[in-house]
């Protein structure tokens, strides 16, 4: 039988008039009091504002260029329509929260996502054909009242643009041989992805043990999918497992109450204990994040969770009232590369939480929103539930900050934070933007759209909320000089910063760092490679109180950040520039690896007050250093006479 490749024609965007006229007239105001460089999107510093609505519920999102989200829902009956049935993915202008209806030809209920090296994002699996409250049909994609095929076996493709050109390819040319529903996609060293099990239909869990798929494969593909141990022994919750690169090339994979190293390049798993106190996988659905990677910590993995539930393997069931039951309220750390022992983080969250998810900030902190004080991810139509289809109840609206370098029990807080405006329950997301606030949209317990209107409950909620942290009104950073590609080793580069940059104190330069983050693809309290990734740099103090940063590239191992794109900043003293964007990496293939070149020592220029001349003096670094009073053999020491600059003394 010949294959089908589904194409629709694109509607034009649906404008949202009123929230673009509100913006301009917001724009133009800002515009005359902030430099070029500042952001121009008005906000509360720590606190979250409903800013738009993306016309269907934000299950799946990725930020596709600096001003354009790309969101997809599961099939089901949005009152957005395209092409005469109703939408279920947009286009999502961040900037003017405008939308436009883009055409995914099969389901994407639950799909799994990522980029490829070549800054490809692809996004894979989903569930059959449904039609009116979720039923399945045996409908493919030519016949109401969706029009949707199959997506089990489903690879969709976007090359994301700021023209409204791109649209996605859904063509059974390109699928699986196996369906995923559920599934982890991890993009890899050398710029592919790996695809990590999944189940091959509906279900609250992966059960019975013959809709399990526990097997990986990759895109581009290596041939037919390949046995992995761990996802045949971790039954029931082992959907969506968690995986995570490795600085070692290795992943670090986490399913059920299960963990292990895993040797992709050899298909060699090494179980290790067992996570502490609770299901962090779906449904439990832990907040997860790997930590900052610094050279301060030699760029070493440590990965964190937070929350989920304490169900045992035979309390999967839906025969009583799973929604009340508390969600776990600890946090445990794990650096696999170094030590296979989990570590309880020393304090735990203020309420136990359910599909909790963190957001890296560029200033290094973590913003930990969304999810529910009781129960568990999904939804049914049992009759105990109250009010709904939701498997979890109570949303927490409140905030938190965790700041990893705080010492132990001043890392969590919500001092100073606002909350949510709208309940962001199962089927919500979060993603970092550039201007360094945190876009939020989704929430929709329900196997169908279900108007807010309605009475409901927890009905499906479309609204777009943006988190502004307490930097966002400061001065930024207007950093010049930055690159468009970064590469793993090679040569080292230059940012120019004025004094104002600096903030006014030369003071600052001790506390300026240089950050590549990747927002990742974010589904199901999982931000699939998210990413950061502190560069090695120095700096050149100036007598005229601008600097110079010397940065090294990213050191010369892809497994710290795997080729695709991301976003660069410059943050000084807690403050980051505007994210620029950058592609990391050769594309797809093996990685060009170069020498690390040496960075010269940090250096303020000596200035004299009785005279304009100044002068200065350094030694080379032969690793480079980053912010520390202390680089090489110099250490600088503030003047008072001088104020914001300071000279250098030899130890």
Request: charged share 15%.
């Amino acid at each position: 039988m010949a294959r089908l490749a589904w194409t629709r024609r694109q509607e034009r965007p649906r404008s949202r008039i009123t929230s673009l006229l509100t913006h301009v007239i917001q724009l133009a105001l800002a515009t005359t009091t902030v430099r070029a460089a500042q952001p121009t999107y008005p906000g509360d510093p720590m606190n979250f504002k409903v800013v738009g609505d993306a016309g269907i519920s934000a299950q799946q999102v990725f930020l596709g260029t600096a001003d354009r989200i790309y969101v997809i829902d599961k099939t089901e009956n949005n009152p957005v329509q395209v092409n005469g049935h109703p939408a279920w993915a947009v286009e999502y202008n961040i900037n003017t929260d405008t939308y436009r209806t883009m055409d995914v030809v099969s389901n994407t209920f639950c799909a799994g996502g990522n980029v490829l090296g070549n800054g490809t994002w692809i996004n894979v699996g989903g569930n059959p054909a449904i039609q009116w409250g979720g039923v399945n049909t045996p409908n493919d994609g030519v016949s109401g009242p969706y029009f949707d095929a199959d997506g089990g076996k489903a690879i969709r493709i976007l090359q994301p643009c700021d023209d409204e050109s791109c649209n996605w390819i859904d063509d059974p040319a390109n699928y699986m041989t196996t369906a995923r529903w559920y599934p982890t996609l991890e993009t890899l060293q050398d710029g592919s992805i790996i695809i990590i099990g999944g189940d091959t239909y509906g279900g609250y869990v992966n059960s019975p043990a013959s809709q399990n798929n526990p097997t990986y494969e990759f895109y581009p593909s290596r041939g037919d999918p390949i046995d992995l141990q761990i996802l045949s022994d971790t039954l029931p919750a082992n959907l969506y497992p968690f995986a995570f690169l490795m600085p070692s090339g290795n992943l670090f994979v986490q399913a059920n109450w299960a963990a292990e190293i895993f040797d992709w390049q050899n298909n060699t798993e090494f179980r290790i204990g067992d996570i502490p106190h609770s299901v962090r996988t779906y449904p439990g659905s832990a907040a997860n994040a790997m930590l900052p990677l610094t050279p301060e910590n030699g760029w070493t993995a440590t990965i964190i969770f937070c929350g989920g539930t304490n169900l045992q393997p035979d309390q999967w069931t839906t025969n009583w009232d799973i929604a009340q039951y508390p969600a776990d309220a600890t946090c445990v750390k794990i650096t696999p590369d170094v030590s296979q022992q989990w570590i309880d983080e020393g304090e735990s969250l203020p309420d136990g939480r359910s599909m909790g998810m963190f957001v890296i900030l560029p200033d290094g902190t973590m913003l930990l929103t969304n999810g529910v004080k009781t129960g568990t991810a999904g939804y049914g139509n049992d009759t105990w539930v109250a009010g709904g289809h939701s498997y979890g109840a109570n949303p927490l609206y409140q905030g938190l900050i965790y700041d990893p370098s705080q010492p132990v029990g001043s890392r969590m807080s919500s001092e100073g934070m606002g909350k949510l405006n709208v309940e962001k329950m199962y089927h919500s997301t979060c993603l970092l933007v550039p201007d360094g606030s945190v876009w939020c949209s989704g929430s929709n317990p329900n196997p169908d759209y279900v108007s807010p209107k309605s009475g409901a409950v927890y009905p499906t909620q479309t609204a777009v909320e943006r988190f502004f942290p307490a930097y966002y009104n400061k001065t930024r950073p207007d950093p010049q000089n930055l690159p468009t590609t970064l590469g793993y080793g090679g040569p080292a580069w230059s940012i120019s910063l004025t004094a104002a940059d600096l903030l006014g104190s030369m003071d600052n330069l001790n506390n300026t760092k240089v950050v590549l983050l990747r927002p990742g693809f974010c589904t199901h309290a999982i931000n699939m490679g998210q990413r950061y990734v502190q560069l090695n740099s120095t700096y050149t103090g100036n007598s005229d109180g601008s600097a110079v940063l010397n940065v090294q590239q990213l050191p010369p191992n892809p497994s710290i950040l795997a080729p695709g794109p991301a976003y660069l900043f410059v943050v000084v003293d807690g403050v980051p520039s505007v994210g620029a964007p950058v592609m990391v990496g050769s594309g797809m293939g093996n990685q060009t690896i170069g020498a690390v070149t040496d960075l010269p020592a940090s250096f303020i220029q000596q200035v004299t007050t009785n005279s304009s001349s100044s002068s200065s003096s350094a030694t080379t670094a032969k690793s480079g250093a980053v912010g520390g009073a202390q680089v090489g053999r110099m250490t600088w020491v503030p003047s008072l006479a001088l104020g914001a600059v300071g000279l250098l003394a030899m130890i």
